[in-house]
């Protein structure tokens, strides 16, 4: 099975949580990775823990929202393994509050992270896998994407996501590159945490009542969401484009 081996991969938001997990299973699976963030040092860290574990990484630096640098770190990935053949889209922020709460600045800093992050990055890669008519384009989306309370800026986001990689999937189809997307349901990360505790809960009071509420019975962690993205990255999947998996227990089944 080809999958990603000797591919080369960008992972953005890539130094925790779900970015971390995607980027050593696909570096576990062969692929050379540039794991990207805005906290460059995080991102080396998790690069230098791939390459002591026997992959092949480099940690890069960027602010997903600015052009010059999603190239910079784009042209340092090319030009370091020497090609780009899969990108996934993970970069992301929190600021929930309720509508009449949520101030200008909450839903431009989400809308920025998300949507036009991911077409930054979307539009310099695709250059890349057209020439090479080869690509995978994976975009983390979300259950919050069916609309949250107190997330009318990330649902509206991870919603805005699913069209683009729809569209995405369309117009480079005939070049070789698919898109689809990943809407993960509860995953145990720093940012879920942070979640839990600004609602006034805990990690492990939000774990058990995911557990309670989804036919799995248990909640979810980031290398679920890395085995799903290993999946939409490898060469197998190359029917397979303009769609949105709902990784999350099942819990739209209830």
């Not at 991969?9 to 997990?21: H, Y």
């Not at 899969?86 to 992301?92: C, D, P």
């Not at 117009?171 to 505790?197: R, W």
Request: net charge neutral; glycine share 12%.
């Amino acid at each position: 099975m080809a999958g990603v081996q000797d591919r080369v991969a960008l992972v953005t938001g890539g130094a925790q949580g779900i970015g971390a997990a995607v980027a050593r299973r696909l570096a576990a699976d062969g692929a050379k990775v540039g794991v990207l963030d805005l906290n460059q040092d995080a991102a080396r860290a998790v690069a230098e823990q791939i390459t002591a574990a026997g992959g092949q990484a480099i940690g890069l630096g960027a602010d997903v929202c600015k052009r010059d640098q999603v190239q910079a770190a784009v042209d340092n990935l090319v030009e370091t393994f020497g090609g780009l053949h899969v990108l996934v889209n993970n970069a992301g922020v929190l600021r929930d509050n309720l509508l009449f709460k949520m101030t200008d600045d909450d839903w431009t800093l989400v809308m920025e992270v998300h949507l036009r992050g991911a077409f930054l990055c979307s539009q310099i890669a695709q250059k890349h896998m057209v020439a090479a008519k080869y690509g995978r384009i994976v975009s983390m989306s979300s259950t919050s994407a069916l609309g949250n309370r107190g997330q009318a800026n990330y649902s509206t986001a991870k919603a805005g996501l699913q069209g683009l990689t729809k569209t995405l999937a369309i117009e480079l189809g005939p070049f070789g590159v698919t898109a689809n997307a990943i809407a993960p349901g509860f995953i145990e990360t720093a940012m879920t945490k942070a979640t839990a505790e600004r609602i006034g809960t805990t990690i492990e009071a939000m774990r058990e009542a995911t557990a309670s509420a989804v036919p799995v019975r248990r909640g979810g962690v980031p290398e679920d969401i890395a085995n799903t993205v290993a999946f939409f990255a490898g060469e197998e999947s190359g029917y397979v484009t303009g769609q949105v998996i709902y990784v999350d227990g099942g819990r739209g089944l209830i």
